[in-house]
Structure formats: C-alpha cells, structure tokens
C-alpha cells in the first residue's frame, strides 16, 4: 500500500525528478521577478482584508463598550454619530419591565475641542451620561465615574489623535490634569480610558449631563440619543425586545446589542465607499498576481515547448504536462508566503501607528486570502497550457 507521502513526492517530482522546481528556476532572476510580483499581488489581497476588518472593527467601538443587552435608539437613527435625540421619559418608561434591571441615557455630540498644543479647535465625540448610571462596560470608565460629579471635569480618549487635540494623554500623566475647553467652555481631564478612534470621529469625551448643559445649553436634558438597558438574570433579550416595542412609541427602535453593533458595520461597508473599495483593492491584487504567474507560466511553456513535444511523442499524456506547470504556480506561492505575510504585517503596523486603524487579519482569513491566491494560481496555470494541448511533436520537429 502507497504511503501519502509517496503520492505527494510523485505529483512533485514526476519521473523521480523535481521537473517543476528545476524548469522555474531555470532562469534565477526572472524566478525572483515573478516571486516579487506575486508577493506584491498576495500583499494587496492581505492589506485589503486589513483594511476592512479593522473598519468593522473601529465602528463598533462605542457600541461594544456598553454593557446593556439591549439599545433603544431615535427611529431616525443612521448612525452612530448622526441619530436624532429621544425623550429620556421613554427610557424610564421601560425601566418598569420586571425583567429590566436597570437603564443609562447616553447623550451623543460632535462639540469643538481646543488643541491643548497648537489652541486650533477640532470637533470630538462627546459622549454625556447621568452620573448615576454608568452605560460602559470599560473598567477605567467605572473607576473613574465618580470625577464626572464635578462640573469641569471629563474623562479624555487616550486614543485619540493627538495631532487633532493635542499631546492630552502624556500630559496627564505628567501632570494628573490637562486644562482645555469644549465650546470654549473650561474642562479639566481628571483621567483616561481607552476606547479608540472610529471612522467618523478621531477622539471622544466622557462628560456628565450636567457638564453638557453648561457647554451647549442648546441641548435639551431630556434628550438623549441612546438608552441602554441591562437585563436580569435569566432574560432573553430577544423576547424582550418584542415587549419593549410593543411597550414604547413607534418614534424610536428597539434593538439587541448584537443587532445594534451589525447595523452600524452594515452602513459603513455597505452605504459607503468602504465595502466597494476594499473589495476593488482585493481584485486589483487578484489581477496583477494572476497576470505575474500566467507571464511567467506561459514563458516556460513556450521556452520548453520542444521538450513538451518530446515528451508527448515518447507517450506522456496532456495531463502529465499540465500537471507540471500546476505545480510550477503552487511553488510560486509556496515561495511567496512567508514575505507576503511578513510585509502585510508590517504594514498593518505602519497603518495601526499611523492611523489608530486596528488593521490585523486572523489566521482564518489568512487562510482565505491564500485559498484565493491558490485559485488565481491554478488560473492562470491552465490559461498557460492552452499552448501545450496544440504541441504537435510533427510540427516542431
């Protein structure tokens, strides 16, 4: 009985011999051109999904950092950052449910910050609560809530962007306060959380509502522009949510958390330019590394063509040749691997640093970005041997 290992041997090295190894790399330097130009392809493909994972990523920030089960939004609500405000009365109204434990108002702002370096302003999401009633799961928000008692007092992003707001985070830790104002108001950073940048906004606020009305008195109290609800033990949120709405005017939505969070993807990748473009950069990069190995394929078959025709009159089959130059193109991306996945990760370093974009992608879609490249391998492998299967051994020779 044949042992796999022996199968896999046969199928790359026919005849004993490592036909495919030796024909591609042949000609040194057109093997490392082709190499660099597949890389180049498969480093497309990886930057792109980067790219996207991270944008689904980053717009769900906010919504991941609330603890609630289910999120009651305006019935106008787009997203995140343009939602109208609701009556904060509908939230209490809910709070009577027996199944609810407990409620938090979130109110949701773009308000003009001013650059503790540079003193330009720059708009930053500002995000108000009762300060009573924590609506974040981030543990340094909970130990910090307390602070926001205090009218001057916010708690900053320090993810955010410090060219937009100024160096606020190492300046608190020198310091342990960063004075600047929001609205031209007077605010004090009495601590940090990490929440991260988004898409639409490159820095956020914690303020209580009290702080908000006195740095945009145009924003009513009773306002607010999402309500979390925290469930009891035991609750099923999708039973509840068929309650909740029965319960509540037909002006807002009742959503699960998870409902809440695939929304929001849903506008980003598919209401905006995002979707679109990181799937043009991942056909882009199909394309040029489909083009690189067809080149390089067809180039060896027309190079050894009378070998080919050789080959066929001594009895070897179609199929055998076609076999070889398959192998060929799974060596190509065998060999470009390691540097696609090294350089895409040094990108996604570059890009993280630069950006605040979490770009990283998981071995799954590793895996899938590879299942592709094999795809457009084989492609391009039997577009190359269209050659062979009119080799007439008469008509070379």
């Not at 509540?248 to 209401?271: L, N, Y």
């Not at 979707?275 to 489909?290: R, S």
Request: glycine share 8%.
């Amino acid at each position: 009985m044949k042992s796999p290992l022996t199968g896999i041997f046969t199928a790359a090295a026919p005849l004993g011999i490592p036909l495919a190894w030796r024909q591609l790399t042949r000609d040194r330097k057109r093997f490392a051109t082709a190499v660099v130009g597949v890389t180049f392809g498969v480093v497309l493909m990886l930057y792109q999904v980067g790219l996207y994972t991270a944008a689904n990523r980053m717009v769900v920030f906010p919504h991941t950092a609330l603890k609630g089960e289910i999120v009651i939004t305006s019935r106008n609500y787009e997203y995140f950052y343009a939602n109208r405000p609701f009556s904060k009365r509908i939230l209490y109204q809910v709070q009577g449910v027996p199944e609810v434990a407990s409620v938090a108002p979130l109110g949701i702002d773009f308000l003009k910050w001013k650059n503790t370096v540079t003193g330009v302003d720059k708009e930053i999401g500002v995000l108000s609560v009762n300060p009573s009633q924590n609506p974040f799961l981030l543990p340094d928000v909970a130990e910090q809530f307390a602070l926001l008692t205090n009218g001057e007092t916010v708690l900053f992003d320090a993810h955010s962007k410090e060219a937009d707001f100024g160096n606020v985070g190492a300046a608190f830790r020198k310091q342990g306060e960063v004075i600047s104002e929001i609205e031209h108001s007077r605010v004090r950073v009495k601590g940090l959380f990490s929440l991260g940048q988004t898409l639409a906004s490159t820095g956020h606020v914690i303020v209580s509502d009290q702080t908000l009305g006195r740095i945009h008195p145009r924003r009513s109290a009773n306002m607010i522009n999402v309500g979390v609800v925290n469930l009891g033990p035991g609750a099923d949120p999708a039973e509840l949510r068929a309650r909740i709405r029965a319960l509540v005017p037909a002006d807002v939505r009742v959503m699960t958390a998870a409902e809440f969070r695939a929304e929001e993807q849903e506008f980003w990748v598919s209401r905006t330019a995002i979707g679109f473009i990181c799937l043009a950069g991942m056909l882009v990069g199909m394309l040029v590394g489909g083009i690189v190995v067809y080149q390089i394929l067809y180039t060896e078959v027309t190079d050894h063509l009378r070998e080919y025709a050789t080959l066929k009159a001594m009895g070897i089959t179609d199929r055998f040749l076609f076999r070889i130059v398959i192998t060929e193109a799974f060596i190509l991306l065998l060999a470009v691997a390691l540097p696609s996945t090294l350089l895409a990760a040094a990108l996604f370093t570059v890009t993280k640093t630069g950006s605040g974009m979490p770009t990283e992608v998981t071995a799954g879609e590793l895996l899938a970005v590879f299942a592709l490249a094999a795809v457009m391998c084989i492609i391009a492998a039997l577009l190359a041997t269209r050659k062979l299967k009119t080799a007439d051994p008469a008509d070379i020779f």
